[in-house]
């Protein structure tokens, strides 16, 4: 199975990651386009990060910068997680290569109306919503060309930003309610599968004792256990590698359909995604929720993915 996607990002520790899972497997995830957008760190930094990321794994894959903010509140990068750069403590090699000409909403549609007889689309966003919903509110017939949407975002029960909104989410509620609304099927992987997805300390000293390509993510990845989030930790959770992973593995991971929609509030609960869990409700089921996932072969395929890198 091959597939067309759309990747959009904010690079940030765990997209790098997720860059590097993909860039490994070129012959099943066709990524057409990256687009990058302000969260983690500024739209400046995670641009760079993203032309710097396609450089350094040899991505032949045209970049187009995003938004700098959300759709209507302002930007509040999580830089005390992914540090100054977006990508820890790592210095990726300088790159000649330019974003694309257009903004990545026009960019992301005009891959759609490029892709052959026959295909539709997988978007991957790792990152705040907001050039995805620019993208479905701007051209209202991209939504045809799209057959799903994978995204770290959410979660059931708890929050990491804050008590009850995972960061993506609680960055741009207002654009994340508008894609899950959309009508296009949704996977969700939230924190409930994604905290079950990582690596350990000694995981990361084994790629800081790798080649130059294993060392650097090694080096982003140990940037982690410097931060309030991870310091008491022996593991870090890599959100965003779970979306490619699931496309490559999904026998690896399970879940429950059902009605996912965004608390659009400024109280406590901004940006929680309210997800249905009963069996009984008769609210649209527009999102499979992952829950579950063989953490062991996460880690395996990981490793092997980011290892090969340095073999190439
Ligand atoms: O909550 C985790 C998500 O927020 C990940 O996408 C991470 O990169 C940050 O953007
Ligand atoms: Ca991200």
Redesign the pocket.
């Known amino acids: 199975m091959k597939y067309p996607i759309l990747f959009d990002?904010?690079?940030?520790?765990?997209?790098a990651v997720a860059f590097a899972l993909a860039a490994a497997h070129s012959d099943v995830l066709d990524i057409r386009g990256i687009t990058s957008v302000a969260?983690?760190q500024t739209i400046e930094r995670v641009t760079g990060n993203a032309l710097k990321l396609t450089a350094f794994l040899g991505m032949d894959i045209p970049v187009a910068r995003g938004s700098k903010a959300p759709l209507l509140r302002e930007i509040i990068p999580?830089g005390d997680?992914?540090g100054e750069t977006g990508l820890g403590n790592c210095k990726l090699p300088e790159t000649d290569r330019t974003v694309a000409g257009e903004p990545a909403p026009l960019f992301l549609y005009q891959k759609l109306q490029e892709l052959r007889e026959g295909e539709k689309m997988v978007l991957v966003p790792?990152?705040?919503l907001t050039n995805i919903a620019l993208l479905l509110k701007t051209f209202p017939d991209a939504a045809e060309k799209i057959d799903k949407i994978v995204l770290?975002?959410g979660a059931i029960t708890g929050g990491?930003?804050t008590s009850t909104a995972?960061?993506?989410i609680w960055?741009d509620p207002e654009a994340a309610q508008i894609v899950f609304s959309s009508g296009i099927p949704i996977i969700m992987c939230g924190?409930d599968v994604?905290c079950k997805c990582g690596f350990n300390r000694e995981q990361i000293q084994a790629l800081l004792a790798g080649g130059e390509k294993a060392k650097a993510f090694g080096e982003m990845m140990d940037f982690y256990f410097h931060t309030e989030v991870y310091t008491d930790k022996q593991r870090i959770?890599i959100?965003?590698a779970v979306t490619f992973m699931y496309l490559l593995h999904p026998e690896i991971f399970s879940g429950q359909e059902m009605n996912v929609s965004v608390d659009c509030s400024d109280g406590v609960n901004r940006g929680m995604t309210i997800c249905d869990t009963r069996s009984w409700s008769d609210a649209p089921k527009n999102a499979l929720v992952l829950t579950d996932a063989d953490s062991e072969k996460f880690e395996t395929y990981l490793m092997e993915a980011i290892l090969s890198h340095d073999k190439k």
Do not use: S, V, Y
């Open positions: 990002c904010d690079p940030g520790i765990d997209d969260g983690n999580a997680i992914h790792t990152a705040p770290m975002g990491n930003i995972e960061f993506n960055e924190l994604t959770a959100h965003d």
